[in-house]
């Protein structure tokens, strides 16, 4: 029997820990696994890089997920570990992960950040394949409502995914610029052949979303015959501060309408009143499951583990 395809879209902390969570499924279930990360990332030290440098791609979020996959042998986790590394101090490298500098120099050596990424899967022993949402650098921007502590009623423009993560208010849209920035062709081919699309958890407005609006991945999304699977976030943060947990679903179908969902993944315990997003779940043609998804010590953060354990029986249903 062939693998599960599966590609998962997003970013940062959130994307880390969907794949980290693929990797426990993968205990249970035959996964080939893709990561396809946002690219807007402006704030710390993937920002200075491309102001510094001129880096083609901020790397800060391809490292991550590259750590998040790389495979349980002794060596290769150290490795993983000294991707994540960060100088401390107060000269120039304060600040900037050994991976984020590794990534940058074989872009810069070999010309291809597929090819780099590539590599640095293989140091790493990665489970599965990190590719980025486009293969230069976008820029995020919002129309925040509240923006302006000084102009409360009105709505301003926020450039920058860390200013649109930090800004006060009430985003009210969100767009990327370049509007349609070259996607490699290998997001595209993973999409096509995939059987299982999975979006989220992580930041909104500048993780999730961010991937509708590219129109070479959306028009891929659209046509994949894959499954297609959300994870709901377990809280709200500052730039979905008064999104209901159904409106998180309802922004999907905004900036993709064609835009269809298969299953719909939540947390019991953090999604408060289900019946909302149970219908929700259904204006997108998709069911609700719910399962703890939450690490033990009550903070809003998904538990890889848990996460996986949930994961099987969704992905393994469509064998």
């Not at 893709?34 to 807007?40: D, S, W």
């Not at 315990?269 to 219908?279: A, L, N």
């Amino acid at each position: 029997m062939t693998a599960i395809r599966v590609v998962a879209f997003g970013g940062g902390h959130g994307l880390a820990a969907s794949l980290r969570g693929l990797r426990h499924a993968a205990g249970d279930l035959d996964l080939d696994i893709t990561a396809i990360v946002t690219v807007g990332d402006d704030g710390g030290s993937s920002g200075r890089l491309l102001l510094e440098r001129d880096a083609l791609l901020p790397v800060g979020d391809l490292r991550k997920a590259l750590a998040a996959l790389a495979c349980d042998d002794p060596v290769e986790q150290r490795t993983a570990e000294l991707l994540q590394y960060r100088f401390a101090g107060d000269d120039p490298l304060a600040g900037h992960a050994v991976g984020n500098l590794l990534l940058l120099g074989l872009m810069e050596m070999l010309g291809d950040p597929v090819e780099a990424l590539d590599h640095v899967a293989a140091m790493v022993g990665a489970q599965g394949r990190v590719l980025p949402m486009a293969r230069h650098a976008v820029g995020i921007e919002a129309e925040v409502l509240g923006a302006d502590p000084s102009r409360p009623g009105e709505v301003v423009t926020v450039r920058g995914q860390h200013a649109v993560a930090v800004a006060l208010g009430h985003v009210e849209a969100v767009r990327i610029e370049p509007v349609d920035p070259p996607t490699p062709p290998q997001a595209i081919d993973a999409i096509r052949d995939a059987d299982w699309l999975i979006f989220g958890p992580g930041s909104w407005y500048t993780s999730v979303l961010p991937h509708l609006l590219v129109p070479g991945l959306a028009e891929a999304i659209v046509a994949s015959p894959a499954r297609r699977l959300v994870t709901l976030n377990l809280a709200a943060d500052n730039e979905t501060s008064g999104l209901s947990v159904a409106d998180h679903l309802a922004a999907l179908r905004w900036y993709l309408p064609g835009l269809r969902v298969d299953t719909v993944l939540a947390d019991a315990k953090w999604v408060g009143e289900p019946e909302p997003v149970h219908r929700a779940a259904e204006s997108l043609g998709a069911r609700l499951v719910l399962a703890p998804l939450a690490v033990a010590d009550g903070s809003p953060r998904h538990d890889p583990e848990s996460l996986g354990v949930a994961l099987v029986p969704v992905l393994g249903a469509a064998r």
